[in-house]
Nanobody, 123 residues
Framework: QVQLVESGGGLVQAGGSLRLSCAAS????????IGWFRQAPGKAREFVTA????????SYADSVKGRFTISRDNAKNTVYLQMNSLKPEDTAVYYC????????????????WGQGTQVTVSS
């Protein structure tokens, strides 16, 4: 089992940057694919990016390609989301999630979820 805790959210102006962290507890963290999802008010949760258990592969939503970068440090049980060139439409609660099976963009395939961290981008 894995417990996930997000941090690093906040208020930033458009064009600015933030780095989110997803810290995990549990000795099996390195065997999980990790994804980031986000949910804006009144909207469905959407996929942002994901990274395989060993960091060998990543996947990004088209809306964040070239601006966001996911990475992981298994020695620190942490996954990072570097967000650059932020836009007001990036405003949402960001969640990290763990998948013990598929490397996927589908939220239903993720077994473990953090509590989320708010990102607000002002125009």
């Amino acid at each position: 089992q894995v417990q996930l805790v997000e941090s690093g959210g906040g208020l930033v102006q458009a064009g600015g940057s933030l780095r989110l962290s997803c810290a995990a507890s549990g000795h099996t963290f390195s065997s999980y694919h990790i994804g980031w999802f986000r949910q804006a008010p009144g909207k469905a949760r959407e996929f942002v990016t994901a990274i395989t258990w060993n960091g060998a592969a990543t996947s990004y939503a088209d809306s964040v390609k070239g601006r966001f970068t996911i990475s992981r440090d298994n020695a620190k049980n942490t996954v990072y989301l570097q967000m650059n060139s932020l836009k007001p439409e990036d405003t949402a609660v960001y969640y990290c999630a763990g998948s013990g099976g598929l490397f996927t963009a589908r939220s239903n395939d993720y077994n473990y979820w953090g509590q989320g961290t708010q990102v607000t981008v002002s125009s």
